[in-house]
């Protein structure tokens, strides 16, 4: 893991999130992104300390957005 592949899975979790047009939970976005576990919250965090998500925290779970 290094910062080529983490940049490289934001891009897939930002095509993901464009694509679908609305908030998914992370389960639904691991689906259509195609990434581990481990390779989406990577994704994520790049993607948040970018300022390019909304996280939206439900009872049981979190949809996220593209700001």
């Known amino acids: 893991m290094n910062a080529e592949n983490i940049g490289t899975w934001a891009g897939l979790v930002w095509n993901a999130l464009n694509d679908a047009k609305k908030a998914l939970d ?14 989406m919250h ?8 970018e300022g390019k998500l909304d996280f939206i925290e439900g009872k049981d779970d979190i949809k996220v957005s593209l700001r």
């Open 42 to 49: 990577c994704a994520l965090g790049w993607l948040a300390k």
């Open 26 to 39: 992370l389960k639904e976005l691991r689906k259509v992104s195609k990434l581990k576990v481990n390779e």
